[in-house]
């Protein structure tokens, strides 16, 4: 439903996309989440056709958003990070103004119109002005207006930013509706809010693609395990670094004299009792003084961390027990 394909943006000769890959299915919300300036703004005004790629394809129901942008506009509802709302007009003349700019007419109209307040709950305001409401009601308006013409592809630019927290519960509900028979992207820098929402997740950072991930997976993925050794040697580093099974050797900092072992999945994979065995032996018979093993989850919150630590200026970056980048 939504194929992306060595996605590229430059912005004057600066790069900001660097040829991104991933797709996402029918029925699926996929969370595309990255600190602030990471690229998620940029890839979704390029997935909705309001932007050109610099290289790359990206295909939205089969279409393409530089060749086919009209069919693509037909194909996709967006909610860009400010939706454009008429403040000074009422709910449902502003829902009926978008059915019109959308060429939806006659009783056509009437029926979209219907659906959309029903199914954005936004039955109760329909005669209030857009400007005295909430801002909760005015994102589901404005998401009333991403939906008018029923796309079957849904951009949703931060949805829930600036909500408070019973407005972001409500949001999330309705996005778990609308998904229901329709491909979804939505972006956030808030892990809880991906957790929270979606089936799949993309970490994006500098406009690199740091991970992609089921939330499925992330529940289940096996562990992983961390070695620490005091002994700063090139030989021990060496060693370690010849092993198939080592997935990382690294002396540990300037300061500390130790080195760090990450073993890989031939390591610790399932029928790896044996091997595990077999290998403490070896690291044994080299006499590397064992300090610590820690073990470690390969889930979304670490792969997100590591993200964050890799921030510039990630010292001061910290994450908040709801999981937005503080
Ligand atoms: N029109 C533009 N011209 C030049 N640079 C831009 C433009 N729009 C965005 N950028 C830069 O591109 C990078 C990615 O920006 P983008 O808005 O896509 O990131 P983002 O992840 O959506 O960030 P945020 O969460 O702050 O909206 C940033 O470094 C930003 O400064």
């Given at each position: 439903m939504?194929e992306?394909?060595g996605?590229?943006?430059?912005?004057?000769d600066?790069?900001?996309?660097?040829g991104?890959n991933?797709?996402v299915?029918t029925?699926r919300?996929?969370?595309?989440?990255?600190?602030?300036?990471?690229?998620k703004?940029?890839?979704?005004?390029?997935l909705?056709?309001l932007?050109?790629?610099?290289?790359g394809?990206?295909q939205?129901?089969g279409?393409?958003v530089v060749?086919?942008?009209?069919e693509?506009?037909?194909h996709?509802?967006y909610?860009?990070?400010?939706?454009?709302?008429?403040?000074e007009?009422?709910?449902?003349d502003?829902v009926?103004?978008?059915?019109?700019l959308?060429?939806?007419?006659?009783?056509n109209r009437?029926t979209?119109?219907?659906?959309?307040?029903?199914?954005?709950?936004v039955s109760?305001v329909?005669?209030?002005v857009?400007?005295?409401?909430?801002?909760?009601?005015?994102q589901?308006v404005?998401?009333?207006a991403?939906l008018?013409?029923?796309?079957?592809?849904l951009i949703?630019?931060?949805?829930?930013?600036g909500?408070d927290?019973?407005q972001?519960?409500?949001?999330?509900?309705?996005?778990?509706?609308?998904?229901s028979e329709?491909?979804?992207i939505?972006?956030s820098?808030?892990?809880?809010e991906?957790?929270a929402?979606?089936?799949?997740?993309?970490i994006?950072?500098?406009?690199?693609?740091?991970?992609k991930?089921s939330m499925?997976?992330?529940k289940?993925k096996?562990l992983?395990?961390?070695?620490?050794?005091?002994s700063?040697t090139e030989n021990?580093?060496?060693?370690f670094?010849?092993r198939?099974?080592?997935?990382?050797?690294k002396?540990?900092?300037q300061?500390?004299?130790?080195?760090?072992v990450e073993f890989?999945?031939?390591?610790?994979?399932?029928?790896?009792?044996e091997?595990?065995?077999n290998v403490?032996e070896?690291?044994?018979?080299?006499n590397?003084?064992?300090?610590?093993?820690?073990?470690?989850k390969e889930?979304?919150?670490?792969i997100?961390?590591?993200?964050?630590r890799?921030?510039?200026?990630h010292?001061?970056?910290q994450?908040?027990p709801t999981?937005?980048?503080?």
């Amino acid at each position: 439903m939504i194929e992306v394909k060595g996605l590229v943006k430059l912005y004057g000769d600066r790069k900001v996309l660097h040829g991104l890959n991933f797709s996402v299915g029918t029925g699926r919300v996929c969370g595309l989440l990255g600190p602030n300036g990471s690229g998620k703004s940029t890839t979704m005004d390029i997935l909705a056709g309001l932007l050109g790629p610099s290289s790359g394809s990206v295909q939205i129901c089969g279409y393409d958003v530089v060749e086919q942008t009209q069919e693509v506009k037909e194909h996709v509802g967006y909610l860009p990070d400010n939706p454009p709302l008429y403040k000074e007009m009422k709910v449902i003349d502003f829902v009926n103004y978008v059915a019109k700019l959308r060429s939806i007419g006659g009783k056509n109209r009437k029926t979209a119109v219907e659906r959309v307040i029903e199914d954005c709950d936004v039955s109760d305001v329909t005669h209030r002005v857009i400007g005295n409401l909430s801002k909760g009601y005015r994102q589901r308006v404005a998401l009333c207006a991403a939906l008018i013409h029923q796309p079957k592809v849904l951009i949703l630019d931060e949805p829930t930013e600036g909500l408070d927290p019973n407005q972001i519960l409500h949001i999330r509900k309705l996005i778990k509706k609308i998904a229901s028979e329709r491909t979804v992207i939505l972006s956030s820098h808030i892990l809880s809010e991906v957790q929270a929402t979606c089936d799949e997740v993309i970490i994006i950072n500098h406009g690199h693609i740091a991970a992609k991930t089921s939330m499925q997976n992330d529940k289940t993925k096996p562990l992983y395990y961390l070695y620490t050794f005091a002994s700063k040697t090139e030989n021990a580093l060496h060693w370690f670094q010849q092993r198939n099974y080592v997935k990382s050797a690294k002396p540990m900092s300037q300061k500390n004299n130790s080195i760090l072992v990450e073993f890989g999945s031939e390591f610790w994979a399932d029928s790896a009792g044996e091997n595990i065995a077999n290998v403490t032996e070896q690291i044994v018979q080299q006499n590397f003084p064992l300090i610590g093993i820690e073990e470690k989850k390969e889930g979304l919150e670490e792969i997100f961390f590591e993200v964050i630590r890799s921030q510039p200026g990630h010292h001061q970056a910290q994450i908040s027990p709801t999981g937005e980048i503080i």
